[in-house]
């Protein structure tokens, strides 16, 4: 069965380390997979995506993941996490037949 | 430019109550979802739309019906809503060019509470 996979429930980082959310999947076909992040009372917002190409990809706010075939993951990662940067992430995988399968998401807290 | 937009914002029903959710998007999308937004579950799909005219069941349509009749707005309704359906329900948008490579535009939610 194609699933999109958050292991951690939460994360904690201090202001200016970096960060890591984790995501892996399990999908038949083309891997299109995004990540989108949902501030507190707001609908989600795009951060970034894989559709082909360079594994690395460049998204919002200086986020960025790399697209791993082998492990079968797509890590989130900054550089410098802001307090600002909290809030829930989700991955998720665009599949053919309009059909989204989101991961559970991941809380991020980034202390000061 | 408002994106995509849902009302009500927040409503609290009693059980056996109707009620319509409407969504409105100004990006000229053909495809419309509505999507559920559970603690721990990440959010579910309940029915999604094509283009005007057309609706589709999603993961989890039971308990809901939808309609598309202009091309903006997508409408969710509760015919008689029970506890189960308390939950955030989002509205979301995407264009068709390129299909499931596309990015979905969320609304900012509707809060509903069924006693």
């Known amino acids: 069965a194609q699933s999109v996979a958050q292991p951690e429930d939460q994360v904690n980082v201090a202001e200016g380390n970096p960060l890591t959310v984790k995501c892996t999947y399990s999908?038949?076909?083309?891997?299109?997979l995004f990540w989108y992040v949902q501030y507190p009372n707001r609908g989600l917002q795009f951060l970034l995506k894989?559709?082909?190409?360079?594994?690395l990809v460049k998204g919002s706010y200086g986020f960025e993941a790399e697209f791993n075939k082998s492990q079968t993951s797509f890590h989130l990662k900054k550089p410098s996490a802001l307090v600002s940067d909290s809030a829930l992430y989700f991955c998720?995988?665009?599949?053919?037949?309009?059909?989204?399968?989101f991961g559970a998401g991941t809380r991020l807290f980034v202390k000061a | 430019n408002a994106g995509v937009t849902q009302t009500p914002k927040f409503r609290v029903l009693k059980t056996g109550q109707s009620m319509t959710l409407l969504c409105a998007q100004d990006m000229n999308h053909e495809y419309m979802y509505w999507y559920r937004q559970d603690p721990g579950m990440g959010l579910r799909l309940i029915h999604y739309?094509?283009?005007?005219?057309?609706?589709a069941k999603g993961e989890v349509p039971d308990g809901y019906n939808v309609s598309r009749l202009k091309k903006q707005n997508f409408l969710l309704g509760l015919e008689s809503a029970a506890p189960s359906q308390t939950s955030v329900y989002f509205c979301?948008?995407?264009?068709?060019?390129?299909?499931?490579?596309?990015?979905?535009?969320f609304g900012p939610g509707t809060r509903l509470l069924v006693l």
């Open positions: 739309s094509v283009g005007e005219g057309t609706t």
């Open positions: 894989y559709i082909t190409g360079d594994n």
């Open positions: 999908v038949s076909g083309n891997p299109y």
């Open positions: 998720a995988y665009h599949t053919g037949g309009f059909k989204t399968i």
């Open positions: 979301a948008s995407s264009a068709r060019h390129r299909g499931d490579q596309e990015t979905q535009y």
